[in-house]
């Protein structure tokens, strides 16, 4: 089974990011989330990313290593996996510039020689112990995922964007007719105390907002083929938010269409999926890593963490413990 990873990553000191960024958005501004620092900064620990995908899952067939145009020094661009993708190789040339990840995820079915089986990562989701093809998808070829229910309350520009994946989910599928037909996936043993709210909510009408494990996601090529011939009107008109907008539709919206569609296989993602929000679980996400107590991780940042420098340190020292070792993808 051909498997491709997909990533995306952003030098925020690329001087020739600098200058399309301040000449559409006019400056880093922490108070906003979609033009903080914390969105767009690197603290250099995308090697261990690298080192991660090498030691611990080397089946993967290649690795699309997507940016504006930019790669680290280190990065050894001639190594047979990786394909060094530019936003201007899959994304139309009226969206571009563009800072906006919602954006550039939504294309990526577009990304050249991808597979039809892919997984996505964000530059922050790390792999940090052995996993198999099957951690993703399933024999019959399906992605591996979790289908449950969960509250969505907040009142932020994420929130709202979850929303707008709801009104979509919500006129193309019938949720009874769905839960119906896919009850043992819905209702799988192994999503635990994950399924209560779906049990509760299973004779309410609508869809409600999907558990999201913020972690690495397997997709099917098709399932963005089809989510753009259903909503591609607002695909493409909110293409041209050139940064994070109420309005948007993330990756999520083509993950709940994937689960709608019966095309996935039931695995409960948090068995082996953590995500550290270092704000508040800084030492935990440490100690995570270290100890490779997850096979997946994200360590998600925020302008507002304490002792920033020295967090970012000890991930480095916890990354450098269990990756000590040059990979093939580093300049030697």
């Not at 995306?8 to 000191?13: A, E, H, L, Q």
């Not at 929303?163 to 896919?182: A, G, M, P, S």
């Not at 209702?187 to 494990?213: D, E």
Request: hydrophobic share 35%; net charge positive; glycine share 4%.
């Amino acid at each position: 089974m051909k498997m491709d990873f997909v990533i995306t990553w952003v030098d925020m000191d690329d001087p020739q990011w600098k200058a399309d960024f301040f000449k559409y958005s006019g400056k880093i501004d922490n108070s906003k989330n979609e033009v903080s620092e914390a969105r767009f900064r690197d603290y250099g620990f995308l090697k261990y990313w690298f080192r991660g995908v090498e030691n611990f899952a080397p089946w993967v067939r290649k690795i699309h290593f997507v940016t504006s145009g930019q790669k680290p020094q280190w990065l050894d661009e001639n190594h047979p996996k990786l394909n060094l993708v530019k936003h201007s190789d899959y994304i139309p040339d009226e969206f571009l510039p563009t800072f906006n990840s919602v954006v550039i995820e939504r294309y990526m079915h577009r990304i050249p020689d991808l597979a039809d089986r892919f997984v996505y990562f964000n530059d922050d989701f790390f792999i940090t112990n052995h996993l198999p093809e099957s951690r993703f998808f399933a024999e019959n070829g399906l992605p591996q995922d979790i289908a449950a229910f969960r509250h969505n309350t907040g009142m932020g520009l994420w929130a709202k964007t979850l929303k707008n994946h709801l009104r979509v989910i919500n006129q193309r599928f019938d949720k009874r007719e769905v839960l119906r037909r896919d009850h043992a996936k819905w209702f799988h043993p192994s999503y635990g105390s994950k399924a209560r709210l779906t049990r509760f909510l299973q004779f309410y009408g609508k869809f409600v907002t999907l558990r999201t494990p913020h972690n690495a996601q397997p997709y099917l090529k098709s399932t963005f083929d089809e989510v753009w011939d259903y909503a591609g009107q607002e695909l493409t008109a909110t293409s041209k938010n050139r940064f994070r907008s109420p309005d948007d539709f993330s990756p999520e919206l083509f993950r709940t269409w994937q689960i709608c569609r019966s095309n996935f296989e039931p695995y409960n993602t948090y068995a082996d999926t953590k995500m550290f929000p270092l704000l508040i679980k800084p030492k935990q996400a440490i100690a995570a890593i270290r100890d490779q107590t997850y096979k997946l991780v994200c360590i998600n940042d925020n302008v507002h963490i304490r002792n920033y420098a020295k967090v970012m340190q000890e991930i480095g020292a916890a990354f450098e413990s269990i990756l000590p070792n040059k990979s093939a993808f580093e300049k030697q």
